[in-house]
C-alpha cells in the first residue's frame, strides 16, 4: 500500500500466483480482496451499491464489440479508464464514435487484464477527495478533505487543489464524510490510509463516488503536508498492529494521540507544473490523463493568498495572476477546452469584462473561487490606478494579506521590485510566520513547520544557534526533480550531525525535505527572492547553501549575496563564471583546455552569421538553463533561422550559445568534490548513446567501458584544475566529449 500502483499490481500478481502462499507472508494494510474490491471496477461498483451509495453509469467490456454495446447505454461524451493503470494512462474522453473506437484500442492494449470501464461523463461536477485512515478495532478518522478547483474531466493530478474543500455546506460535508468511512468499511481496508472521490453535481446536488485507492497517493503526501499528520508513517504502525489511540501525535509532543482528526486553521493552494514547452508535439488539453510533471503548494491565511504564493512558486515566470491575452475568441477556447495556463485565462477573462456568469458556464469551476479571482483583478485594477508613495501602511498591508508579491506590485505600480519592497518596509508591513500544529493552535507545537502570512502575531521564535539554512529545488521538472531533493535532505542531516540547527526552504509537496522531520525547521514558502530574504532577515542564519537545489536556488545568488545573504560554498561569483560562456572560455583559456569552437550569439543575425564561422552541425541552447531547455542540434541554416524564432523568447535577451556539435564523440561524465585545496574525484561515467544525447536521458557505465587509463588521467588532471580554477567548494559535475582521443570541456556544473 506504499508503492503506489507499482506495488498494488505486484502484490496482486504474488498472491495471484501463490508465492506468497507458498512462503506464508502475509499482505498487511489492505488484503487481496479489498485491493481486488477497490480496483476491480465492477466488484468496486457492487459494493457501492450495496451500502447506497450512487456511483457513475457503466458497464465493462473486454473487446470492441462490448465496448460499443456499453457506449449506447451511457451516451456521448464518454470516459474510457483501462483497469489496473495508473494515471490514467490508456484512458480518454470520446465526444464521438471515431474517438471512442481510437482510445478503446490504445486502453485495451494499456490494460494488463485487457479490460475498460466505459462510464457516463461527469464533466464539469465539482470533484472532492477525502483522506481517511482506519485502524484495526475500527477507529476512522478523516485527515483532510481536498476540493479540486478545476472540475471532473481533468485528472485530480493536473487539477489546482484547495484544502480543506471550500464550497461544501457543513451537512454536505457530513455525508461526504459518512459515506468516506463506508466505503473504507464496505471494501475492507483493514488498516491503514486511502483516498476516496467524490463527485457532486452542481445542478441538482447529486452525490457519486468515483474511485477509491486502498493505499496512499499523491493526495495523501498532499493531505501529510497540508496538516502535519504524517499518514505513510501512521499507516505503517497501523499496519502491523498499533491502533490510532496509542500513537502519538509528533507535532503537539505527544499532547494529542493520532486518533484526533487534524484541524486547519490556513487554507492550502496545490497548483500542478507541466512541461508541454519540452514537447511542443504533445496535446496540451488536460483530460483524465495525468500530464503534469510537479506541483508546488502554498499556505496561506485565505484561498487568495495561498493561491497567489502557490503561483509565484511554480518558477514559470509569472509573479501572479500575470496578464496572457485578451482575445476573446481564445479565452472562451481556453475556458472550455482547458489547457495548463486555464486560470490565468479566467483571469483575462476578468479583465476584458466577461460576467462571472458567463465564465461560470464555460469552464463549469464553481463560482465561489470565480469571485475570488473576480475580486483579485478588481483589486489590481484600483492599484494600477495609483502610485506606490501614495499607498498607506494599511493599504499596502491589505494588497500583501491577499497574496500580491512584490514584483506584482511592483509592475502594477510602475516601478520595480526593490523599491517596493524598501517602501514596504519603512511603512513597517512585514510578514510574521505561524505554525502548522494539527490542532488550529489548541495546543502547544514543538515543530518548527512555518508558512508566512501578513497578521500581528509572529510564531516564529527563532533560537540563537549557529544556523545553516538550505534552499531547496522547488517544484519538480523534466532535469530538475527528487535527485536534486536527496541531495538537500543529506545537506540537512550532516549539517545537524555538526552541531547546526538547519532550516529548510521549499515548496514542493512530493519531497522528503518538507517533511517537518527532516530539517530543525521547514518554511513552506516559493523560492523567490521577497520570500527568501523575509526568512533570513528573521533567521539570520550564518550561511545559505545554494548547491543543492539545481538551477532554483543557483537563479537566486546573485541578488541573495546583492542584499547582504552570507553564501556558503562555491561563491556566486564562482557559479556566475562557470555558468557565463564568455567568462568560462577565458578561465580554460588560462587553464590551457579545449572545448569545442564556441560562439556567443545576442541577435538572430550573429547567430546565423557565427554559425557558418564554426561550421555545421551545431548545439545551440540558451545560456542558464537546466536539463537542456531550449537546446538543440541543428544541421541548417533553415533549422536555426526557426530555432532563433522560437528559443529567443525563452531567454529573456540573455544569449544564445552555439557549439559545434562534435560527431561520434565519447561523453563522459565527471563528478568531483572540493574543499578549495584539495579535490577528490567521485566517479567517471561514460555515455553508451553518442555525444549529444542529453545527459538525463543517456545510459551511462560506471566505470567507463572504454576508456584507456591515459586518458582517464587527463580527465581527472582537467578535473581538478577547473575545480582549483573555480575555487570550488563542495561539489562540482564536469561534462567532456573525447573525438579522436583529445578532450574538450562541454560544461561545468558547481
Known sequence: TMGGQTGLNCALSLAKHGVLKKYGVELIGASRDAIDKAEDREKFKAAMTKIGLGSARSGLAHNMEQALKVQAEVGFPTIIRPSFTLGGSGGGIAYNKEEFLTICERGLEASPTHELLIEESLIGWKEFEMEVVRDRKDNCIIVCSIENLDPMGVHTGDSITVAPAQTLTDKEYQIMRDASIAVLREIGVDTGGSNVQFAINPADGR??????????????????????????????????????????????????????????????????????????????????????????????????????????????????????????????????????????????????????????????????????????????????????????????????????????????????????????????????????????????????????????????????????????????????????????????????????????????PETVSTDYDT?????????????????????KPFGVIVQYGGQTPLKLARDLEANGVPIIGTTPDMIDCAEDRERFQQLLHTLQLKQPPNRTARTPEDALRLAQEIGYPVVVRPSYVLGGRAMEIVHEQRDLERYMREAVKVSNDSPVLLDRYLNNAIEVDVDAISDGQEVLIGGIMEHIEQAGVHSGDSACSLPPYSLSDAVQDELRRQTVAMAKGLKVVGLMNVQFAIQDGIVYVLEVNP
Open 207 to 508: 452525490m457519486i463516488v468515483i474511485e477509491m485507492n486502498p493505499r496512499v497517493s499523491r493526495s495523501s503526501a498532499l493531505a501529510s503536508k497540508a496538516t502535519g499528520f504524517p499518514i505513510a508513517k501512521v499507516a505503517a504502525k497501523l499496519a502491523v498492529g498499533y491502533t490510532l489511540d496509542e500513537l502519538k501525535n509528533d507535532i503537539t509532543g505527544g499532547a494529542t494521540p493520532a486518533s484526533f482528526e487534524p484541524t486547519i486553521d490556513y487554507v492550502v493552494t496545490k497548483v500542478p507544473r507541466f512541461a508541454f514547452e519540452k514537447f511542443p508535439q504533445a496535446d496540451s488539453r488536460l483530460t483524465t490523463q495525468m500530464k503534469s510533471v510537479g506541483e508546488v503548494m502554498a499556505i496561506g491565511r485565505s484561498f487568495q493568498e495561498s493561491l497567489q504564493k502557490a503561483l509565484r512558486g511554480l518558477e514559470i515566470g509569472v509573479d501572479g495572476l500575470d496578464p496572457i491575452n485578451g482575445d476573446r475568441e481564445q479565452i472562451e477556447n481556453e475556458l472550455s477546452d482547458p489547457g495548463a495556463m486555464r486560470l490565468w485565462y479566467v483571469a483575462d477573462a476578468f479583465r476584458i469584462g466577461m460576467s462571472l456568469a458567463e465564465i461560470h458556464q464555460l469552464s463549469h469551476i464553481d463560482p465561489w473561487f470565480l469571485a475570488q479571482i473576480e475580486e483579485l483583478i478588481a483589486i489590481e485594477k484600483e492599484v494600477s490606478s495609483r502610485n506606490l508613495a501614495a499607498l498607506s501602511a494599511a493599504e499596502m498591508r491589505v494588497l500583501k494579506r491577499k497574496g500580491f508579491s512584490d514584483r506584482r506590485l511592483a509592475r502594477l505600480l510602475n516601478t520595480d521590485p526593490a523599491k517596493l519592497r524598501e517602501t514596504r518596509h519603512g511603512l513597517g508591513v512585514k510578514p510574521v510566520y505561524k505554525r502548522v500544529d494539527t490542532c488550529a493552535a489548541e495546543f502547544a507545537t514543538h515543530t518548527a513547520y512555518l508558512y508566512s502570512t501578513y497578521e500581528e502575531e509572529c510564531e516564529a521564535q527563532p533560537s540563537d544557534r549557529k544556523k545553516v539554512m538550505v534552499l531547496g529545488g522547488g517544484p519538480n521538472r523534466i532535469g530538475q526533480g527528487i535527485e536534486f531533493d536527496y541531495c538537500c535532505v543529506h545537506a540537512a542531516f550532516a549539517l545537524r550531525e555538526d552541531g547546526y540547527e538547519t532550516i529548510m526552504v521549499n515548496c514542493n
Open 519 to 539: 530539517s530543525d525547521r521547514l518554511y513552506f514558502e516559493p523560492l523567490t527572492l521577497e520570500d527568501v530574504l523575509e526568512i533570513v532577515a528573521i533567521e
